[in-house]
């Protein structure tokens, strides 16, 4: 068991997420389906889909799988729900219910799949949810993920386009989990940084969410397979601003520039630069550090766009409750991205 599940897979994590420049080719052909209480759907798309029931309650719905990133099927389990329950924290959401999403080879023993199931159990609990069942299909290569089904106030969702000039950017945590976790397949383990990136992994956004609603962001996103420049590329262009991020305030794990520096890269940083390269504007910027930022992130941290007055006393309620929270940058008038 200690080497089935990512023997099985090609790439693990949202580094096996499908590039995002042909997803933007995909998408332009649909048209937005014509319906009043469709609060956000694909004109832009977000983190989920908002739909209103009534005015008190819409729903937040979101699916998201993956293969396997780690060797231990309950971790991975984890890691997997986590990274889709954080998706409807991400809109402000609060997650009531989740459904499994599965492809298993016939050959991985019951036990490993059982194990699966039991570390996505765990996190939807704590995530106040039920995983009340789902789908699973044969397949050579694992996958797991979830639907998520959660409420939120028709008048009280965030979405990744209104972010405004003067805001103050903030990240909740750290960047470098695709570089591990590709490094450590390579046999180039950190383990201090490892260690690290599977506690951020499994770490619910639902206390960053909570402590964020009372400061009323502007905008905010989850910083997943993209990497953080894919992601701030869309906060931008959808929000008519520019971002400007600081190389070198961005908070990094253990080991993970080091890895950097010596060259390691997964798959999805040459798909995330012919995403968000052209937008991006990083000349002076060393290349490690630059590949951190175009890093596939999994389950990552919120990027948060709010007034910069608010920034300290956001900072200090984060401080107050052991959260973590690092200010990255900041929005101007303008388009496009700069990583100075």
Same mark, same amino acid.
């Given at each position: 068991?200690?080497?089935t599940?990512?023997?099985?897979?090609?790439?693990?994590?949202?580094?096996?997420?499908?590039?995002?420049?042909?997803?933007?080719?995909?998408?332009?052909?649909? &048209?937005?389906?014509?319906?009043?209480?469709?609060? &956000?759907?694909?004109?832009?798309?977000?983190?989920?889909?908002?739909y209103? #029931?009534?005015?008190?309650?819409?729903?937040?719905?979101? &699916?998201?799988? !993956?293969?396997?990133l =780690?060797?231990?099927? =309950?971790?991975?389990g984890r890691?997997?729900?986590?990274?889709?329950?954080?998706? &409807?924290?991400?809109? *402000?959401?609060?997650?009531?219910?989740?459904?499994?999403?599965?492809?298993?080879p016939?050959?991985?023993?019951?036990?490993?799949?059982?194990a699966?199931?039991? /570390?996505?159990?765990?996190?939807?609990?704590?995530?106040?949810?039920?995983l009340? @069942? @789902?789908?699973?299909?044969? %397949?050579?290569?694992?996958?797991? *993920? #979830?639907?998520?089904?959660?409420?939120?106030?028709p008048? @009280?969702?965030?979405?990744?386009?209104?972010?405004?000039?003067?805001?103050?950017?903030?990240?909740?945590?750290?960047? /470098?989990?695709?570089? #591990?976790?590709?490094?450590?397949?390579?046999?180039?383990?950190?383990?201090?940084?490892?260690?690290?990136?599977?506690?951020?992994?499994?770490?619910?956004?639902?206390?960053?969410? %909570?402590?964020?609603?009372?400061?009323?962001?502007?905008?905010?996103?989850?910083?997943?397979?993209? *990497?953080?420049? /894919?992601?701030?590329?869309?906060?931008?262009?959808?929000?008519?601003?520019?971002?400007?991020?600081?190389?070198?305030?961005?908070?990094? !794990?253990?080991?993970?520039?080091?890895?950097?520096?010596?060259?390691?890269?997964?798959? /999805? %940083?040459?798909?995330?630069?012919?995403?968000?390269?052209?937008?991006?504007?990083?000349?002076?910027?060393?290349?490690?550090?630059?590949?951190?930022?175009?890093?596939?992130?999994?389950?990552?941290?919120?990027?948060?766009?709010?007034p910069?007055?608010?920034?300290?006393?956001?900072?200090?309620?984060?401080?107050?409750?052991?959260?973590?929270?690092?200010?990255?940058?900041? =929005?101007?008038?303008?388009?496009?991205?700069?990583?100075?």
């Amino acid at each position: 068991m200690a080497s089935t599940l990512t023997s099985l897979a090609t790439s693990g994590g949202c580094a096996a997420k499908y590039p995002a420049a042909r997803l933007e080719e995909l998408l332009r052909g649909f &048209v937005p389906a014509d319906a009043e209480n469709l609060l &956000v759907g694909l004109a832009p798309s977000d983190d989920a889909a908002v739909y209103k #029931l009534d005015d008190e309650r819409a729903l937040v719905f979101t &699916v998201d799988f !993956f293969p396997p990133l =780690v060797d231990d099927p =309950v971790l991975f389990g984890r890691i997997a729900a986590t990274n889709a329950l954080n998706d &409807v924290f991400a809109m *402000g959401g609060i997650p009531l219910l989740a459904l499994s999403i599965a492809a298993f080879p016939e050959s991985l023993p019951n036990e490993t799949v059982a194990a699966i199931f039991a /570390g996505a159990d765990e996190q939807v609990r704590a995530a106040g949810a039920l995983l009340a @069942g @789902g789908h699973t299909l044969r %397949d050579d290569e694992p996958k797991y *993920g #979830l639907a998520v089904v959660g409420t939120v106030r028709p008048d @009280g969702f965030w979405t990744q386009s209104a972010a405004r000039a003067a805001d103050a950017l903030l990240l909740t945590k750290p960047l /470098g989990t695709g570089l #591990l976790l590709h490094a450590a397949r390579e046999g180039r383990r950190h383990e201090e940084g490892l260690e690290a990136a599977f506690r951020s992994m499994t770490e619910l956004s639902r206390e960053a969410a %909570d402590t964020l609603r009372t400061f009323e962001p502007n905008a905010v996103t989850d910083v997943t397979g993209f *990497g953080l420049l /894919g992601h701030a590329h869309e906060m931008a262009e959808r929000s008519g601003v520019r971002i400007e991020l600081d190389a070198h305030a961005l908070p990094l !794990f253990p080991g993970a520039r080091e890895h950097a520096s010596a060259g390691i890269r997964t798959g /999805g %940083d040459r798909r995330n630069r012919d995403f968000a390269g052209p937008h991006v504007d990083a000349d002076a910027v060393p290349e490690d550090l630059l590949a951190l930022a175009y890093d596939p992130q999994t389950s990552g941290g919120l990027l948060v766009s709010l007034p910069a007055d608010k920034a300290p006393v956001l900072q200090a309620h984060f401080e107050s409750q052991k959260l973590f929270v690092c200010r990255v940058g900041r =929005v101007v008038e303008g388009s496009g991205v700069s990583l100075l």
